[in-house]
């Protein structure tokens, strides 16, 4: 069984669902800090103004402490805030998949559960199956795999994979760092890390922008171009 385990993004970019797709099973880490200004509640999109390029979409969240988990962590509902979200994807209606992408997005965020975790889960499955990957998604909170402390933050993907019989580890490259690849062989976990190299495409009227949430991809890609981009548009390098 192949493997990868990430904290659970909003409408991440596509790399994001590169990693999903080439998984046998998907553990939505919740159970780790929550980073302020980091990809959890919030994701890019164009903005409306060609000349600005880019703006954020956010998810509120209620009062926190500084440490506290992600699956800890509540939704703010005291503001409509998914029509502001809304609101902040009319100007995507001259994209041809306009229609069919809000479709995706009211069923992503139309959920009325207020656990931000939750609430995230249920939006990548969502994507995922309108992405058409299979993989298994599991939720690290729901899990009882027994896991109480490790010697640095790249050992939980071990010790997660060990506890779930993974034969093989997949991680973004980005995390490189963090992995001691010695320890996977010893537990006899083969490792890898996957180097998204999205191409671009065309988002009418910008210059292209990268690195934007699916939510973009989807309203500017067909389906035979996005599938290709998750299959193809990466490169894996073994550990």
Not at 118 to 129: E, Q
Request: hydrophobic share 40%; with cysteine.
């Amino acid at each position: 069984m192949k493997l990868a385990v990430m904290q659970p993004y909003f409408f991440p970019y596509p790399g994001y669902f590169q990693l999903m797709a080439h998984a046998d099973t998907w553990v939505v880490f919740d159970h780790c800090q929550f980073v302020n200004k980091g990809w959890v509640n919030r994701n890019r999109v164009l903005h409306p103004n060609p000349e600005k390029g880019w703006q954020y979409i956010t998810v509120p969240l209620s009062k926190r402490g500084r440490f506290d988990f992600i699956d800890d962590i509540e939704i703010d509902d005291s503001s409509d805030w998914r029509k502001s979200l809304t609101g902040k994807l009319v100007h995507y209606r001259r994209a041809p998949n306009y229609r069919k992408t809000m479709s995706v997005f009211e069923s992503a965020i139309g959920t009325p559960n207020a656990v931000l975790s939750r609430f995230l889960t249920h939006s990548l499955r969502v994507l995922a199956d309108h992405l058409g990957i299979n993989t298994k998604i599991l939720v690290y909170s729901e899990l009882d795999l027994g896991i109480d402390q490790v010697a640095h933050s790249g050992e939980w993907a071990l010790k997660i994979a060990r506890a779930m019989g993974a034969e093989h580890y997949i991680n973004p490259m980005g995390g490189q760092a963090l992995f001691d690849p010695a320890q996977f062989r010893e537990a006899g976990i083969g490792l890898s890390f996957m180097e998204s190299t999205i191409r671009p495409y065309v988002q009418n009227g910008y210059d292209y922008v990268p690195n934007l949430s699916i939510l973009d991809a989807l309203m500017w890609c067909d389906e035979g171009t996005l599938q290709d981009i998750l299959l193809n548009d990466f490169t894996l390098h073994p550990a």
